[in-house]
C-alpha cells in the first residue's frame, strides 16, 4: 500500500526564516511526485510535479527536491501570504495518494 | 476564471437523507475524482470516472456511488448519509499528459454536516 507522510503537522516561521517541509513516501513504481498547496476554505492548487530522484523545481520562493524515498519543499525567505497548508502526494498509475499536509504560519 | 464547480460549499442533512454532490468541469478533461478530506488523514479517493458512464472504485467507496452522464459533469451520491460522512468533499479533473502525470485541478470543497 502507498504510504505518504509529512512532517512537522505544522510550522510557526518568522518573516524571512527559511525552513523545509518534509515528504517522505512508499510506493512501488513511482509515475510522479506532486506539491499543491491549499488556502482555508478553498481546494488545492498545483504547484510541482517531480518525475526522478535529483530533480528539483522552483516557484518564486519555494524549491521542491525529490530523492528516492522523500522530498523536500524549501520555503526561502517566506512571507505572511506563504501562509498554507502544502500537500505532497505520489502517483502510482492513475492513482495519487495524500499525505495530511503541513501548515505553515508565517508572522510578519 | 472557475474550472471546476461545485454546486453547493455548505450542506447540512439529516441522517438517512440521500444527499447529492455536484462537479462541472469546462476545461474538457477525461477523468473526474471525488475525495474526502478530513483532518489528519489528508485526501482519501471515494470514486474515480476516465470516461463517460465509466466508473473505478477509489480507497473508500463504501456507502457512496458516483455518476457520470455528460464529461463535463460527475456526481457523487450518498444514498442514506450517515454521522461519519461529515466530512469536505473536493472534486478533481484531470488530462493525463505526455509524462503520464495525473495533475489535478480542484473545485472549492463542499463541506457537508450530517446530524
Known amino acids: 500500500e502507498d504510504q505518504v507522510t509529512q512532517s512537522p503537522e505544522a510550522l510557526r516561521l518568522q518573516e524571512g526564516e527559511s525552513s523545509s517541509l518534509n515528504c517522505s513516501y512508499t510506493?512501488?513504481?513511482?509515475?510522479?511526485l506532486f506539491w499543491y498547496r491549499q488556502d482555508p476554505g478553498k481546494g488545492p492548487e498545483f504547484l510541482f510535479t517531480?518525475?526522478?530522484a535529483g530533480e528539483e523545481k522552483e516557484k518564486e520562493r519555494l524549491k521542491a527536491t525529490l530523492t528516492k524515498k522523500e522530498s523536500f519543499l524549501h520555503i526561502t525567505a517566506p512571507k505572511p501570504e506563504d501562509s498554507a497548508t502544502y500537500l505532497c502526494?505520489?502517483?502510482?498509475?492513475?492513482?495519487?495518494?495524500f499525505g495530511a499536509g503541513t501548515t505553515v504560519t508565517v508572522r510578519a | 476564471d472557475v474550472k471546476v464547480t461545485q454546486s453547493s460549499r455548505y450542506l447540512v442533512k439529516r441522517t438517512g437523507e440521500k444527499v447529492f454532490l455536484e462537479c462541472v468541469q469546462d476545461?474538457?478533461?477525461?477523468?473526474m475524482f471525488w475525495y474526502r478530506q478530513d483532518p489528519g488523514l489528508g485526501l482519501r479517493l471515494i470514486y474515480f470516472?476516465?470516461?463517460?458512464?465509466?466508473?473505478e472504485k477509489g480507497d473508500i467507496p463504501e456507502g457512496y456511488s458516483v455518476s457520470r452522464e455528460k464529461k463535463e459533469r460527475f456526481s457523487l451520491i450518498l444514498e442514506s448519509a450517515s454521522t461519519n460522512q461529515t466530512s469536505m468533499y473536493l472534486c478533481?479533473?484531470?488530462?493525463?499528459?505526455?509524462?503520464?502525470?495525473?495533475?489535478?485541478?480542484f473545485g472549492a470543497g463542499s463541506r457537508l454536516t450530517v446530524l
Open positions: 478533481a479533473s484531470s488530462l493525463m499528459g505526455h509524462s503520464g502525470a495525473n495533475v489535478l485541478t
Open positions: 510506493v512501488s513504481g513511482l509515475r510522479g
Open positions: 517531480l518525475y526522478s
Open positions: 502526494a505520489v502517483q502510482r498509475d492513475y492513482k495519487l495518494s
Open positions: 476545461m474538457d478533461h477525461e477523468n
Open positions: 470516472s476516465y470516461d463517460v458512464k465509466m466508473k
